[in-house]
């Protein structure tokens, strides 16, 4: 399949996802701060979804300005991760009526773990449909650090079951920041060879 329209068709997927979240949001009771502030679970939540949605959008489209074409595994397991990024606005609102609570946070954890391997496992896909291709290899995507945000939310599993129940979505929020510093690393390396093309 050609990457353009499997793009196309996820940029779409993830739109909606992102206004289906921001249309749950619920209005603060009364126009004060302190209306506002009692929401700030909602908006936290919020949050980290949009910022997991919009990081899925930045390194597909950094992804697929290297490959042109991915084979019939690549698309299966991005169908995965779509099946996942629609899942987000529902575990995103149950997490919201309750954050202390150990089911909505572990539902939450866990959907967030099936996306970031998702999305690796989609990556190495991608890899193996196009394994010659040098910008792929030299934007450098198939590394151990895309499994930092990983361990890190399992760290808050940990901290969820003996300590600090919001831990799961604390780290949730961290591994997302740190996926996208990630992704940046990724836009350098690709951002490298259009540099050296153009010398050429």
């Avoid at 597909?60 to 991760?81: C, P, S, W, Y």
């Avoid at 991608?126 to 910008?135: A, L, P, R």
Wanted: with cysteine; proline share 2%.
């Amino acid at each position: 399949m050609e990457t353009a329209r499997f793009e196309t068709f996820a940029d779409a997927i993830i739109a909606i996802a992102m206004t289906v979240l921001v249309l749950k949001l619920p209005q603060p009771e009364s126009a004060t701060i302190a209306a506002f502030w009692a929401l700030k679970t909602y908006y936290l939540a919020y949050f980290i979804s949009f910022l997991t949605l919009f990081n899925i959008w930045y390194s597909n489209h950094n992804l697929f300005q290297i490959v042109e074409n991915i084979d019939n595994t690549a698309v299966i397991l991005n169908g995965i991760l779509i099946f996942e990024i629609t899942l987000i606005p529902y575990f995103t609102l149950w997490l919201t009526q309750d954050a202390y609570s150990i089911a909505s946070e572990t539902s939450f954890g866990l959907l967030f773990i099936g996306i970031n391997i998702a999305c690796n496992l989609s990556v190495r896909a991608v890899h193996k449909s196009d394994q010659y291709n040098d910008k792929l290899i030299k934007a450098d995507y198939d590394n151990l650090y895309a499994l930092i945000p990983l361990t890190v939310i399992l760290i808050g599993f940990v901290l969820t079951y003996s300590v600090f129940i919001p831990g799961i979505y604390i780290s949730c929020l961290i591994a997302v920041i740190m996926w996208i510093a990630i992704a940046r690393i990724h836009r350098k390396g690709v951002e490298k060879w259009k540099v050296k093309d153009l010398k050429h």
